[in-house]
């Protein structure tokens, strides 16, 4: 496991402690107990599917491997360009079918919404995979504060358009803005996070500054990044992806090794870091996450809706 050499933990938690997760939750645990470090007492440390394979990727892995078509096609592009982003101040619209809707200032938006430390596997599309020690917070909670409405269905996500600052916007790579959306009953769910953070320190501008969705039992692509609205709808919205490709990107998008993608199989993914020649890892039905979010498909084919 590498983790980054400055992180904050490292100065309070004996090293021991971090050599795996279920030590860390209860070292923790045991600061929070003795009442040192504030802000450690505070975390909630919940790590879903802990287990097997969960080995951090590396805060440099996870900053310079990036997909952020705003800022260029290439792996590298976002790390290279994504600095000269503004993300600060920052508004969110927040509209359709809730019943304080209005453009907030993110700061008063989350104001009181303590972050907590949620260490996701991250599966891209692509067949690529990692795992990423996010900070943020449940998606319910925002939605709850702006109060859903009970027509709403659905939940649809805007990226920030500024192609004086986003140089990928300059080219019709994708239809602008980049678009994403999830079923209520998905947005509501303990697992959906807004990830202002990683290790612990502010989400880095190539990952989503300042602040991206994150929906770790589907494709990465789902976790769309620099958000600046959020609508409720009674409709599926219209999905970046699916409306490039919808032949081979579905509004659902849940990982699952069964369903291949037409041009390359999804039964097994390449974990950065692992090395060109290393094996590759077989891919978990919800990326690992099937016994928090099985049941919002039952019944469903999920060939159908992939
Ligand atoms: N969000 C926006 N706005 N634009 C993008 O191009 N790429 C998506 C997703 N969110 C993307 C986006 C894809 S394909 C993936 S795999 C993840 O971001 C990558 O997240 P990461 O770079 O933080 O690993």
Not at 168 to 184: F, H, I
Not at 225 to 253: A, C, H
Not at 276 to 296: E, K
Request: proline share 7%; hydrophobic share 35%.
């Amino acid at each position: 496991m590498r983790f980054k050499p400055d992180m904050k933990w490292s100065d309070v938690t004996p090293k021991a402690d971090f050599l795996n997760r279920r030590q860390l939750i209860s070292g923790a645990a045991a600061l929070a107990a003795g009442g040192v470090a504030g802000q450690i007492a505070a975390r909630e440390a919940w790590h879903p599917a802990d287990g097997e394979g969960l080995e951090l990727n590396s805060f440099e892995d996870i900053s310079n491997y990036n997909n952020f078509y705003e800022f260029g096609t290439g792996k590298g592009d976002p790390a290279q360009y994504a600095g000269a982003l503004t993300t600060k101040p920052w508004t969110v619209k927040i509209d359709g079918m809730v019943d304080r809707p209005g453009d907030y200032d993110l700061d008063d938006l989350l104001s009181g919404i303590a972050t907590e430390e949620r260490i996701y596997r991250f599966r891209c599309v692509e067949a690529w995979s990692m795992v990423i020690p996010w900070t943020g917070f449940e998606l319910n909670r925002v939605l709850d504060r702006v109060g859903v409405q009970p027509s709403a269905r659905y939940v649809a996500f805007e990226t920030l358009v500024r192609p004086e600052e986003m140089i990928g916007q300059r080219r019709n790579t994708l239809d602008w803005p980049y678009r994403e959306g999830l079923r209520l009953d998905e947005a509501m769910n303990p697992l959906t996070i807004i990830a202002t953070g990683l290790y612990d320190e502010p989400l880095p501008n190539q990952n989503g500054a300042p602040l991206r969705l994150v929906v770790p039992w589907k494709y990465g692509f789902k976790s769309i990044k620099s958000i600046v609205r959020i609508t409720l709808t009674e409709d599926e919205p219209p999905t970046s992806w699916n409306m490039q490709n919808p032949g081979e990107y579905g509004f659902y998008s849940n990982v699952n090794p069964e369903v291949d993608h037409p041009r390359w199989s999804q039964a097994t993914e390449r974990r950065i870091g692992d090395g060109l020649f290393a094996r590759r890892r077989p891919t978990l039905m919800f990326n690992g996450y099937g016994d928090y979010v099985g049941d919002l498909y039952a019944g469903m084919d999920l060939a159908e809706f992939y």
